[in-house]
């Protein structure tokens, strides 16, 4: 039995799926699941993701979730301009849900 690369994508478009994001103007941006970018772009995302969950100073986790938000964007400057704008609380709610909807809380550590 063969395999069409074209399902394989369909299979890994569906089991990786982005996170839709609502922005202020009305407009949606799309974030990335991780494991769909190219190679450099996920190995710098999943940096990120690691500095995050790895830093004890608050500013610099605060900046390594917005880079992270910016690095998964499909629309980086409509995602940069709109999270800079927002309380810390709800750029780590945003990364906290992004990573619990994509499941790279735990994959993200252990794919290095």
Request: glycine residues 4%; without cysteine.
């Amino acid at each position: 039995m063969g395999v069409s690369l074209n399902s394989l994508m369909t299979e890994a478009k569906t089991r990786y799926t982005d996170v839709e994001l609502e922005l202020a103007d009305g407009t949606t941006a799309r974030l990335r699941n991780i494991m769909m970018l190219p190679d450099e772009e996920r190995r710098a995302a999943q940096d990120l993701v690691a500095s995050v969950d790895a830093s004890s100073d608050e500013q610099e986790q605060l900046a390594a979730v917005i880079e992270l938000l910016v690095a998964v964007a499909e629309e980086s400057d409509a995602v940069r301009a709109e999270v800079n704008g927002w309380p810390a609380v709800a750029q780590l709610m945003l990364v906290e849900h992004y990573l619990e909807a994509t499941q790279l809380g735990e994959a993200s550590r252990s794919s290095n």
